[in-house]
């Protein structure tokens, strides 16, 4: 089977992460237990989650002129990702971010760097690139108004947009009509629809409220999804030893858009990103942890729940 062709346009992080047996309260010092740095950034972690899982994966985005964009570039370069369209700007550090891990959970402060010179024009100058892709999948660790003009320039083309709302805002109903998936936690869906953070409404209740394709990411729980016109389903977490769920999403991002661009229906690519983003999280490290394809077929064919 020929692979399917995905362009990610995004963010390109280096990971600071300490580990800690417990959280500092605010003017708190206390010894951690460990520190490791790993590529990162939403959108460096799906292209990679893309590539493993079986796409031909072509990188758009910004890095520094230092030793981590170096560092990016290779790691990319050895999934087989091209990175071509990563633009090294000067004056302008290497994106970071600083992540704690703390009781199998992670707090993270990204610090965007040359992240934020992605510009439009970046973008719209790679029409050719666009056009040949069978799936453009964005985050929002970019310009918000290059993220916009992505997304217009794919809708144009006639390429299928997945927009993967984090860090999440407000999302106008313009936009999200030229968006074929978007791909929220529940929290972010919550700032995307601009609703107050009232907590009181369930999954199924927050969901029912978008008016068109969607699938909502709920944790250990899985994932909750809807066609723009169809009944809202869920498909249930996988039990898994987990060590660091950072990067989850990101798994999940991608194996949803190597599912869709290969025709999956709805159904198939949820079930298939739950289970490549369960496996995801056994591992230190964004990236460390996310499987190939033939490891989560295998894990979902063990019926592993
Ligand atoms: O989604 C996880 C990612 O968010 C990390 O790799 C970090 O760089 C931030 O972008």
């Known amino acids: 089977m020929n692979k399917s062709k995905i362009t990610v346009i995004g963010s390109l992080n280096i990971d600071m992460v300490t580990e800690t047996p417990y959280m500092p309260n605010q003017g708190e010092t206390i010894i951690g237990t460990a520190f490791s740095s790993f590529t990162g950034g939403k959108g460096a972690n799906q292209a990679v ?3 493993r899982l079986g796409a031909e994966v072509t990188m758009v ?35 970071i971010a600083a992540i704690t891990v703390c009781d199998k959970d992670n707090r993270i402060i990204v610090i965007p760097g040359a992240n934020h010179c992605l510009e439009p024009e970046d973008v719209t100058a790679l029409e050719h690139v666009i056009a040949a892709s069978d799936m453009v999948l964005i985050q929002q660790e970019i310009p918000f108004r290059t993220v916009e003009a992505a997304i217009r320039l794919a809708k144009s083309l006639n390429v299928r947009v997945i927009l993967n709302p984090a860090p999440a805002v407000k999302l106008s109903a313009e936009l999200l009509e030229m968006v074929d998936v978007i791909t929220p936690n529940e929290s972010e869906l919550a700032i995307v629809l601009g609703l107050d953070g009232d907590g009181e409404r369930s999954p199924e209740e ?8 969607i699938v909502m990411t709920h944790g250990k729980d899985g994932a909750f999804y809807k066609p723009a016109d169809g009944e809202i389903s869920h498909e249930p977490g ?18 949803l858009a190597v599912m869709l661009s290969e025709g ?42």
């Open 49 to 51: 989650a893309c590539a």
């Open 61 to 95: 985005g910004c890095v520094g002129q230092d030793s981590m964009a170096d560092q990016l570039i290779t790691a990319l370069g050895k999934e087989g990702i091209v990175t071509d369209y990563v633009k090294p700007v000067p004056h302008q550090a290497t994106g």
């Open 206 to 213: 927050i969901i029912g409220l978008y008016p068109h394709q």
């Open 238 to 255: 996988r039990e898994v030893e987990v060590v660091d769920t950072t990067g989850a999403g990101d798994t999940f991002n991608g194996a």
């Open 264 to 305: 999956k229906t709805l159904e198939e690519a949820v079930r298939f990103a739950v289970g490549a983003s369960a496996l995801s999280v056994t591992k230190l490290g964004a990236t460390s942890g996310m499987p190939l394809r033939n490891e989560v077929e295998k894990y979902l064919a063990a019926g592993s729940v």
